[in-house]
Structure formats: structure tokens, C-alpha cells
């Protein structure tokens, strides 16, 4: 069983401060993927990393994939309070970079930004 | 990306009784998830269900207790079967999103009381 990490589980800032957040795992994943979720709602799909070494922006988050494709993080700059959520990180099994079978999630980071 | 419609997005429920979650797709996949979710925690993978083929359960989780159908490529059910307060939580369907990622519908909130 492909088990991951997720850190820190509860994250509480001020508006306009940076953060991070780790995915880490002993198993290979063929490729990462962020999710953020608000309530009421399924997550929904940030980014996709899949070669070793990956980063990938999306207006100030910042995505890392590890060289071993066994560790990720995000990173948000000068975080607003619409960044308020629970992201998730999830490692799919598969084989050549394609997700063909079931995600393995982190155990999630329930992030607040206050005004 | 595909939409999901779930149904219904909350019930609270008597012990002892079933409660069928239903998960519509507007496209046609080959694999759909199913997925627990206590509150603001992460996801469980209940099964697998494949089209024409009986659902991959996860360990922990019985075709008894959570019977799947999936009579065609658009659609599925999750039953919650002779359930208990331990079963109160989200129940959230996913299906493939292109090569990479997942689209997940917007859950169901059971209470069992």
C-alpha cells in the first residue's frame, strides 16, 4: 500500500504571508496531483506534476515535483483569504506518466488565511 | 472536463436503514471512484467499478456493506447498507479527468442517527 504524507495537517496565517506545503512518500508515484476543496463541495484539480524535477506555477502557487517522483510541495506567495481551503495532495499508481488506476491522497492541509 | 452530478448532497438517516447515492456522468468513462471523506480529512477509497465487471473494493470496505451498480458508462450507485453512526460522513464519486487528474462530484453528506 502507497502511503502519503501530508504536512502540516493545520495552517492558520495573515493575509499577504507565504506558505508551503509537503507531500512525502517512500513509494514511486507516475504522477501528483493538488487538490483544493471548499466545503460542500468534491476537490477540485489544481495542477498535475509528472516528470521527476517538475515545477509548474499557477498565478502564485508554485508546484514541485521531487526528482524521485517520490515528494511534492506547494507553495503559495503573498496568500489572499480566497486561498482558504483543504488542499490535498494524491499519488497515482500507473506506469510511462499515465494515471490509469486509483489515487492515493495525503491526509490534507485545512489552510486559513485571515484579512 | 466532465461533470459529475451526485445526488442527494445530504440525508440524515435512521439506523438499520440503506441509503443509495446515485453519480451521473455527461461522458462516457470506463472507471469510476468511489470515496469517503470524513469532514475536513482526506479521502478513502471505497471501489473501483468498471462497466459490465463487479466492483474492486478496497481493503476494509465488503460488496455487502456497500453494494455498486454500474449499469452503463455514464452512471453509478453507491449503496450504504444497514448503516450505523460510524457510516455518517461524505461520499464523494470520481471519474478520470484526460490523462492525468480526477473530477470529483460535490458529495454526499450522510448523518446516521
Known amino acids: 500500500t502507497q502511503l502519503l504524507e501530508q504536512s502540516p495537517q493545520f495552517l492558520s496565517i495573515q493575509e499577504g504571508e507565504n506558505l508551503t506545503v509537503y507531500c512525502n512518500s517512500s513509494s514511486v508515484f507516475s504522477s501528483l496531483q493538488w487538490y483544493r476543496q471548499e466545503p460542500g463541495e468534491g476537490p477540485v484539480l489544481l495542477v498535475t506534476?509528472?516528470?521527476?524535477?517538475e515545477v509548474k506555477k499557477l498565478k502564485r502557487l508554485t508546484f514541485q515535483f521531487g526528482d524521485a517522483r517520490k515528494d511534492s510541495s506547494l507553495h503559495i506567495t503573498a496568500a489572499q483569504p480566497g486561498d482558504t481551503g483543504l488542499y490535498l495532495c494524491a499519488g497515482a499508481e500507473g506506469a510511462g506518466g499515465t494515471s490509469y488506476g486509483k489515487l492515493t491522497f495525503g491526509q490534507g492541509t485545512i489552510l486559513t488565511v485571515h484579512p | 472536463s466532465a461533470v459529475i452530478s451526485q445526488k442527494p448532497s445530504r440525508d440524515i438517516c435512521q439506523r438499520g436503514t440503506s441509503l443509495t447515492i446515485q453519480c451521473q456522468v455527461d461522458?462516457?468513462?470506463?472507471?469510476m471512484f468511489w470515496y469517503r471523506q470524513q469532514p475536513g480529512q482526506s479521502l478513502t477509497l471505497i471501489a473501483t467499478a468498471n462497466q459490465g465487471s463487479e466492483a474492486t473494493y478496497e481493503s476494509g470496505f465488503v460488496i455487502d456493506k456497500f453494494p455498486i451498480s454500474r449499469p452503463n458508462l455514464t452512471f453509478s450507485t453507491l449503496t450504504v447498507s444497514n448503516m450505523s453512526p460510524e457510516d455518517s460522513s461524505i461520499y464523494l464519486c470520481s471519474v478520470r479527468q484526460g490523462n492525468y487528474g480526477y473530477t470529483f462530484g460535490s458529495g454526499t453528506r450522510l448523518t446516521v442517527v
Open positions: 461522458s462516457q468513462v470506463t472507471m
Open positions: 506534476v509528472v516528470t521527476g524535477g
